[in-house]
């Protein structure tokens, strides 16, 4: 496969994972402020759907067509600026698979509070706030992660010391 079909896959890889998180932040985040627990329970049903369909395959994808790059530009994976992003990459990993788990959990709690008809429990809530800041944590490691691949920045400095 050429570099610019491989550079291709991968920033268009980058750009599903980026976009469809950040689009279903935004919709969950204002689903859980309407209190309408139909709309609540709609819109976790379809974050969750969203991760499987796109952030999943992208997430995948990513690294596959990393690798490839690497090795396709001979670059060792101990370049400052390549390992500083593999490690934010696994870092934000991380956080996701944390952050699907908490959506399956948010999904269950509103689809019992539904049928039930009660309000959204503390549980809730509290899960709502922890998905918001690993959330935030793993969108500042992916944008880190954006500005390393483009700048490629000579980080010396900061692995000398």
Do not use: C
Not at 120 to 140: A, K, T
Request: aromatic letters at 12%; charged letters at 10%.
């Amino acid at each position: 496969m050429s570099y610019n079909t491989l550079i291709l896959i991968h920033i268009s890889s980058m750009l599903l994972l980026l976009g469809v998180g950040g689009g279903s932040a935004f919709y969950k985040f204002m689903a859980d402020r309407s209190g309408d627990i139909d709309i609540i329970l709609h819109t976790n049903k379809l974050v969750v759907l969203a991760d499987w369909l796109f952030t999943t395959p992208s997430a995948i994808f990513q690294p596959l067509t990393g690798i490839w790059l690497i090795q396709t530009l001979g670059l060792p994976y101990t370049t400052p600026w390549l390992l500083t992003s593999i490690v934010l990459y696994l870092f934000s990993g991380t956080l996701w698979l944390i952050a699907v788990w908490l959506q399956l959990r948010m999904k269950h709690l509103a689809q019992q509070a539904k049928e039930n008809q009660t309000v959204l429990p503390e549980d809730y809530h509290r899960l709502v706030r922890q998905w918001i800041w690993l959330g935030i944590f793993s969108f500042m490691a992916m944008g880190s992660i954006l500005v390393l691949m483009v700048v490629k920045p000579d980080m010396g400095i900061l692995f000398s010391l």
